[in-house]
C-alpha cells in the first residue's frame, strides 16, 4: 500500500485509473472490488480472532506460516525497490533482469500470494483440524489474490504478458527470450533451473500458462514459445 501510493506520487498520478477517475460508475466499480478483495484476504485473520480455541504455543506449521509470511512481504518489497531504482536509473537494457527479477519475471506478485497462502496454514492452528468448514472458508484469501493477479484482465501477471510482450520481442528478441527462457514466471528459482523443468509442470505448478505466451512468436518447429 505504502509502495504504490509512493509509487504513484513519483509518478504523479497513476495510470491504471486516468480513463476511469471521471465515469462514476466504472470507478465505484473499482473500489467494490478493492472492498470485496481486502475483506477476503483479511479472512484468515477474521478466523484467528474470532476463534475460542486456547492455542499456548506455535506449532512448527504455525512458525512456517510466519516465517513464510514475512519471507514473501520482503520479496514484494525488494521486488518492488529494484524495480523502482531500475525505472529511474532509465530502463537500463530495456526489461528488468537484476537481483530478484533474476530468479522470477514477477517476484512482487509472488511474494503477495505467498503471503496469504501462509495466513491461510497459520489459520489452521486455531481451528479443529483438516474438517474445519470455517477454517477452509479462508482460503478464498490465497484464491482470491490468485485469480486477481493471474487472470484478471488489465492488471497482474495477465497483463503483462500475451499481446503486451510485444515491446520487449520487438526490440530484444534475443535477450528477452533468454531471459524467460531461463525465468521462472512466478516462484522464484535459482537462474537457469526453470529450462530443464518439464513443460507439464510449468503449465501446472508454475503458472506458465499458454494464455501469457507472445500470440506472434513461434519456434522453428512451429510450436508457440513458452
Known amino acids: 500500500m505504502f509502495f504504490l501510493a509512493w509509487r504513484a506520487h513519483e509518478r504523479k498520478g497513476d495510470s491504471r485509473f486516468d480513463d476511469v477517475k471521471d465515469k462514476f460508475g466504472t470507478f465505484l466499480l473499482y473500489w467494490m472490488v478493492q472492498a470485496i478483495w481486502v475483506f477476503c484476504i483479511s479472512l484468515p485473520v477474521i478466523f484467528v480472532n474470532a476463534s475460542d480455541k486456547q492455542v499456548s504455543s506455535f506449532s512448527i506449521l504455525d512458525w512456517i506460516a510466519i516465517v513464510g509470511f514475512f519471507s514473501a512481504i520482503m520479496l514484494e518489497i525488494i521486488a518492488d525497490i529494484q524495480k523502482s531504482m531500475w525505472v ?12 530478484v527479477w533474476a530468479l522470477s519475471r514477477h517476484p512482487n506478485y509472488a511474494g503477495e500470494i505467498i503471503q496469504w497462502w501462509c495466513a491461510f496454514l497459520f489459520a489452521y492452528g486455531s481451528g479443529s483440524g483438516v474438517n474445519d468448514a470455517q477454517w477452509w472458508t479462508s482460503i478464498t484469501s490465497p484464491l482470491v489474490t490468485m485469480q486477481i493477479l493471474l487472470n484478471t484482465s488489465g492488471t ?71
Open 88 to 99: 529511474k536509473a532509465g530502463r537500463v537494457g530495456g526489461f528488468c533482469n537484476a537481483g
Open 156 to 226: 497482474g501477471v495477465l497483463n503483462a504478458n500475451g499481446k503486451n510482450l510485444k515491446r520487449y520481442y520487438d526490440k530484444y528478441p534475443t535477450e528477452y527470450s533468454a531471459y524467460r527462457e531461463a525465468t521462472s514466471i512466478l516462484w522464484p528459482l535459482p537462474r537457469g533451473f526453470y529450462k530443464y523443468i518439464p513443460v507439464f509442470l510449468k503449465r501446472s505448478i508454475f503458472c506458465e500458462f499458454k494464455m501469457y505466451e507472445y500470440p506472434d512468436l513461434t519456434t522453428e518447429s512451429g510450436n508457440k514459445a513458452t
